[in-house]
Every structure is written in structure tokens, then in C-alpha cells.
T-cell receptor, first 114, second 114 residues
């Protein structure tokens, strides 16, 4: 398996623009997680899905952030409008149904908002 | 609520010496504990986990960790450090056997000096 796939790997945009981050989880995994990593706040859980249904989005910082999972093999995290403080590395992770299993992380998208 | 503490932001060790990266946790029930490593510009990679059974668990790259229930700790160890072990290490916990997401510590940066 190719692992969790994220695109783009790097994104540079200007304040006010819309940003869409994409994730393809490992086939057969029931859970998908979106995390944000910054120096100041470490690794923060933004939202997670179970069988394509959002379970907990309490970590989403503001209404400017939204996430969707239209099917089992694709998820998006959208920021509209983007702000400089959104600059971070965004990780997607997936996990099988078995709660003893680990979460598998993608390589991340490094976002810079100017 | 679940939480993880990694009391050291940075650990420095000489190559060939043993290393320890500390982690303490807090959960209401049984802890599922994990260690991940992050190399520069990469996603988090799973190292090892404790679910149940033997308190000493062995993982990838010669790492091991010891679960100590009375001290609520899960320290990561390696008998002989390599320069290539230099990276950011994350401890994570989930209350088992539920399906809540992993809660991560802030990470400890390990530097192994030749």
C-alpha cells in the first residue's frame, strides 16, 4: 500500500485566498484524522471522521475551516479565507477499525500564508 | 480527559550512550500508549505501542519502552544511541478499548552527538 497520500506537499498563498488540502487514506481504514502542527502549539487534532461521517470537529479553530469526506478514499480540508496565522504543517492520518491499531500519518502539507 | 506530558523539550545524548525520552499520561481507564518519531520534513512514523501484557515493549530501530502503571509513565529507551536517531519524538495515549483519537504530547527533540 502507498500509505496515506496528501497533496499538495507545499502551498504558498496570499492572505484571503482559499486553500484546499487533500488526503487519500489507506484503503480499508475506517477512521481519518486531520491534525495541524506548529512550533507554538505542537500537534493539534482538528477533526476526525468514522466511515466518512464527521465525529468531532471541536478542534477546528474557526468557521473559516471546513472538512469533508465525500467517500472512503478522499477527504479535503478547506480554509476560506486564509490568514497568516494558518501557516502550519497539516497532517492527515488514518486508522483501521481495531482500536488497538496505530494511526498512520501522511507526509503532511506545509502551508505558508503571506 | 486524556492527556500526555513530555517534560523535556530537548534531550542531548552522546552517540553510543543510552537514551531515555520521558512520557507520563493521564486516562480514566486502561491506557493504550504509543510512541512516534518525526524526522525533518516528514510525517510521524509509528515506533511502538503498549496495549496489554508485558510492561516492556520493543519496537522499530532498537527502541523499547516500559509501561509503569503506578507512575503512569511510558518512557522511551534505547541502549545505544545513534546519530541517525536525532529527531522529534511524540508520546500519545488513548483510553482503551474506545475509539477516540490519540492525544499527543508536545514532543521531545532528541539530539545525538557524535
Amino acid at each position: 500500500d502507498a500509505g496515506v497520500i496528501q497533496s499538495p506537499r507545499h502551498e504558498v498563498t496570499e492572505m484571503g485566498q482559499e486553500v484546499t488540502l487533500r488526503c487519500k487514506p489507506i484503503s480499508g481504514h475506517d477512521y481519518l484524522f486531520w491534525y495541524r502542527q506548529t512550533m507554538m502549539r505542537g500537534l493539534e487534532l482538528l477533526i476526525y471522521f468514522n466511515n466518512n461521517v464527521p465525529i468531532d470537529d471541536s478542534g477546528m479553530p474557526e468557521d473559516r475551516f471546513s472538512a469533508k469526506m465525500p467517500n472512503a478514499s478522499f477527504s479535503t480540508l478547506k480554509i476560506q479565507p486564509s490568514e497568516p496565522r494558518d501557516s502550519a504543517v497539516y497532517f492527515c492520518a488514518s486508522r483501521p477499525r481495531d482500536s488497538q491499531e496505530t494511526q498512520y500519518f501522511g507526509p503532511g502539507t506545509r502551508l505558508l500564508v503571506l | 480527559a486524556q492527556s500526555v506530558a513530555q517534560p523535556e523539550d530537548q534531550v542531548n545524548v552522546a552517540e553510543g550512550n543510552p537514551l531515555t525520552v520521558k512520557c507520563t499520561y493521564s486516562v480514566s481507564g486502561n491506557p493504550y500508549l504509543f510512541w512516534y518519531v518525526q524526522y525533518p520534513n516528514r510525517g510521524l512514523q509509528f515506533l511502538l505501542k503498549y496495549i496489554t501484557g508485558d510492561n516492556l515493549v520493543k519496537g522499530s530501530y532498537g527502541f523499547e519502552a516500559e509501561f509503569n502503571k503506578s507512575q503512569t509513565s511510558f518512557h522511551l529507551k534505547k541502549p545505544s544511541a545513534l546519530v541517525s536517531d536525532s529527531a522529534l519524538y511524540f508520546c500519545a495515549v488513548r483510553e482503551g478499548p474506545g475509539n477516540t483519537p490519540l492525544v499527543f504530547g508536545k514532543g521531545t527533540r532528541l539530539s545525538v552527538i557524535a
